[in-house]
């Protein structure tokens, strides 16, 4: 009997979980994206037209993500390029998709060594971790967010949505003076909000 029901409480557990989320609720779980980990795999498979910024240096060309490397080939010269992920020296990549949508990857100075996708510029600009061309709410990852303002960069990593809700708001709290509260919103209004102020 132990064995059944240690066998069906995790199905009854996910069934919950995909109710609350059909229904427009927050889940205290993680539900959205391990993209965070390795999030450079959702782009491998194309070329980009982009650039890279290395120590001072502007390079153009067309981007390629393979084997923990951006690979760069210039047209003019017929040269290749290959700059590590994990190089400290390596700063920033720009790409663009057939539609023209930009992507803008940027590390933080004295952080971490990891890349960020540029989500919102404002007052506070947030940044995450899920490399896709679409902003929608839904593609940004809060659990594995940063934001920046006034020169601070705050990384607001958590592994539960409504610990990166609360933590989310606080941030809008202090910087725009408001005085909203997580459980008013779901993730995805939360994030339009977010985005929706200057």
């Known amino acids: 009997m132990k064995r059944i029901f240690a066998l069906v409480l995790p199905m009854l557990l996910l069934l919950s979980f995909n109710s609350i989320a059909k229904k427009g609720r927050t889940p205290l779980m993680a539900t959205h994206f391990e993209s965070h980990k390795y999030p450079f795999e959702l ?3 194309q070329n980009y037209e982009g650039y890279v910024v290395y120590r001072k240096d502007t390079v153009r060309g067309l981007l390629r993500f393979k084997m923990g490397a951006v690979w760069i080939e210039n047209g003019m010269f017929n040269a290749a390029g290959k700059y590590k992920i994990n190089d400290r020296h390596l700063h920033a990549i720009t790409i663009s998709n057939r539609e023209g949508t930009i992507i803008k990857l940027v590390k933080f100075k004295n952080f971490n060594n990891k890349f960020y996708r540029l989500v919102h510029e ?6 995450d971790r899920h490399f896709v061309f679409s902003k929608e709410p839904r593609e940004v990852d809060i659990e594995n967010m940063v934001v920046t303002y006034d020169g601070n960069v705050k990384e607001l990593n958590e592994k539960w ?4 809700k609360k933590k989310l708001v606080d941030e809008i709290n202090q910087v725009y003076g408001t005085n909203i509260s997580p459980k008013d919103y779901s993730h995805d209004e939360l994030v339009k ?5 200057q």
């Open 43 to 45: 782009l491998k498979g």
């Open 122 to 127: 404002g007052k506070m600009t947030m940044y």
């Open 161 to 164: 949505v409504l610990g990166a």
């Open 193 to 197: 909000y977010a985005m929706d102020l």
